[in-house]
Nanobody, 124 residues
Framework: QVQLVESGGGLVQAGASLRLSCAAS????????MAWFRRGPGKAREFVGA?????????YSDFVKGRFAISRDNTNKNTMFLQMNSLKPEDTAVYYC????????????????WGQGTQVTVSS
């Protein structure tokens, strides 16, 4: 089992930046892919982006490409970040961290472990 805790959410104005963090604990000796999802008000959960265990491969949804960037701590692979720039009101959502045992491809967006989420609100 892996426990995930997100942090860094908050209320910002459109155009601002925000950095989310996700810390994994528990059975972390296994290599894990990690990802961010979000659920906006009245919307279904959607995939934001993912990063491989080694951090060398990333995958993003089209609506965040060029604005968001995912990274992992170089010394502690169990910590992941989501740098969000040029935020828009439509980015308002609860952002969730997710993890799974590492696979060959990030393109399948199926994850086994989930955090509780952190609220991001972008005002216009």
């Amino acid at each position: 089992q892996v426990q995930l805790v997100e942090s860094g959410g908050g209320l910002v104005q459109a155009g601002a930046s925000l950095r989310l963090s996700c810390a994994a604990s528990g059975h972390t000796s296994t290599a894990y892919d990690m990802a961010w999802f979000r659920r906006g008000p009245g919307k279904a959960r959607e995939f934001v982006g993912a990063i491989s265990w080694g951090g060398g491969v990333t995958d993003y949804s089209d609506f965040v490409k060029g604005r968001f960037a995912i990274s992992r701590d170089n010394t502690n692979k169990n910590t992941m970040f989501l740098q969000m720039n040029s935020l828009k009101p439509e980015d308002t959502a609860v952002y969730y961290c997710a993890a799974r045992v590492a696979r060959r491809s990030l393109l399948i967006h199926e994850y086994d472990f989930w955090g509780q989420g952190t609220q991001v609100t972008v005002s216009s």
